[in-house]
């Protein structure tokens, strides 16, 4: 399979219009590009971190631009999630139950197995051989059991993972007293589920994003455009489930879903204000996802 047939089946596979092909090549061909000079200026595996708010389209960029590593510079690459490392379902049952109830809801930082992520990590870079790569049942709402992960051979030239909140730095004590939402005001009065989640940040995530070779940002306008945006995602995800035969998945109602996605409110608005100066790639969105600004930190080094 060439290249353009490649790229026709990407496009077919996550249903983008071929109008798509033109953001491909004025945005994104070139940051495949970048990466894998990169590449092969450090001579070693990378480890790419891409940040996006829910339903920002990184998971897509993700998938797009180990495609465009293969096929126009001959990386071997793989796109990851941090989703696939969320906690099983009875272990933040436990969590629930122990620390606090809103922990029972996968998503925020505290609710990822860290050291399983970071040995994955690790193993895909540095291992020789197969690597067994966890996978998380969002219909099931828990992680598949081990011998249904995919094995892949290592070591890979380029890993990229993404995720909502990875990279997002854990906030300064004083902001965390005020609630952002009803959510917080109502279920958590007393500050201990955000301050269970900053902490979590700070001791667990921020030393794995110490490890990260470069950074890339899809920046929503606001995180008003994230409920929109994650109501189409869960339309996608019931569409996927039942095209394959899945059972018992439903749409969340509108009043759950803003309920949900107030979970992610604040460390989303956090990353909003804090990343854009920090990433090395960063893409401005407006709120029909299209890019319309780009800035590049340290030109000289990212190619």
């Known amino acids: ?27 994104f ?30 998971s ?22 941090i989703d696939d490392f969320y906690l099983t379902r009875a272990q933040r049952q ?23 992520m970071r040995d994955t990590l690790q193993r895909l870079m540095q291992q020789q051989g197969p690597v067994a790569v966890p996978r ?13 992960w995919p094995r892949i051979e290592a070591p890979l030239d380029m890993v990229l993972i993404e995720g909502w909140c990875f990279g997002t730095p854990a906030q300064a004590q004083a902001a965390l007293e005020a609630p952002v939402n009803p959510l917080e005001s109502d279920e958590d009065p007393d500050g201990s589920w955000r ?15 110490q490890s990260v070779d470069a950074w890339i940002m899809l920046q929503a306008p606001s995180f008003d455009c994230v409920y929109q945006w994650r109501l ?16 018992g998945t439903q ?28 990433v090395d790639y960063l893409y401005r969105l407006d709120a029909q996802r299209n890019i319309i600004a780009f800035s590049q930190a340290h030109a000289e080094q990212y190619g």
């Open 1 to 27: 399979m060439n290249t353009d047939q490649a790229l026709q089946a990407f496009l077919e596979e996550h249903r983008l219009p071929n109008a798509y092909r033109q953001t491909i090549d004025r945005w």
């Open 195 to 209: 301050r269970y989640v900053n902490r979590a940040i700070e001791q667990d995530y921020q030393p794995l994003y």
């Open 94 to 116: 436990q969590l629930a139950h122990e620390v606090h109830p809103l922990l029972a809801t996968r998503g925020v930082p505290g609710t990822h197995d860290v050291a399983l």
């Open 232 to 247: 189409e995602q869960e339309r996608k995800l019931a569409e996927k489930i039942a095209q394959q035969g899945g059972q």
């Open 251 to 278: 749409l969340m109602s509108e009043p759950q879903l803003a309920r949900f996605i107030q979970h992610y409110q604040r460390l989303t608005e956090h990353a909003l204000r804090t990343l854009p100066a920090q």
């Open 29 to 58: 061909a070139p940051l495949a590009e970048g990466l894998a000079a990169r590449h092969a200026t450090a001579g070693r595996p990378l480890l790419i971190g891409i940040n996006g708010s829910q339903g920002s389209g990184k």
């Open 136 to 148: 998380f049942d969002k219909a099931a709402d828990d992680r598949l059991p081990p011998a249904q």
């Open 60 to 81: 897509t960029l993700a998938a797009l631009l180990t495609i465009l590593l293969a096929q126009r510079h001959g990386l071997r690459s793989i796109d990851l999630s």
